[in-house]
């Protein structure tokens, strides 16, 4: 598996999304139970984006991303974070709002796989 380029770190502003999968039964008189469900049901996104960095560090991390297609994971440990983690990249763009500088958004999608 592939590590993700850290030759620059991502712009603060980083954002980290839970969304934990539960299962809720109703009762009567509006009582109900709640329970996590599956062994990886708290995956994390995170939002990231590297602002007015350099061309040749923008292409190389959109590079990166492109040769994973998507669909092949890869390990990156965000900041504030203790462990790397499996991660994919369905979705990221790249522009360019000054001579020799670019901004890159990515959306990194945690993922649980063998």
Same mark, same amino acid.
């Not at 598996?1 to 620059?8: E, G, H, K, L, S």
């Not at 539960?22 to 509006?30: E, H, K, L, P």
């Not at 984006?49 to 040749?56: A, C, L, M, P």
């Not at 790249?94 to 890159?104: F, G």
């Given at each position: 598996?592939?590590?993700?380029? $850290? $030759? &620059?770190a991502p712009t603060y502003g980083t954002s980290k999304n839970s969304d934990p999968v !539960?299962? &809720?039964?109703?009762? /009567? %008189? /509006?009582y109900s139970q709640r329970s996590v469900? /599956? !062994?990886?049901?708290d995956l994390k996104v995170f939002d990231l984006?590297? @602002?007015? !960095? %350099?061309? $040749?560090n923008a292409d190389e991390i959109e $590079?990166?991303?492109? +040769?994973? /297609?998507?669909?092949? @994971?890869f390990s990156y440990q965000p900041a504030g974070e203790a462990a790397s983690k499996k991660y994919i990249?369905? %979705?990221w763009s790249? %522009?360019?709002?000054?001579?020799?500088? +670019?901004? !890159?958004n990515a959306t990194f999608q945690q993922v649980a796989e063998a």
């Open positions: 598996m592939a590590n993700f380029p $850290t $030759t &620059v !539960i299962r &809720v039964a109703q009762f /009567g %008189s /509006g469900y /599956g !062994i990886n049901q984006t590297w @602002s007015n !960095i %350099s061309e $040749t $590079t990166f991303l492109e +040769a994973r /297609g998507g669909a092949e @994971s990249c369905v %979705s790249k %522009s360019i709002p000054y001579l020799n500088r +670019a901004t !890159i």
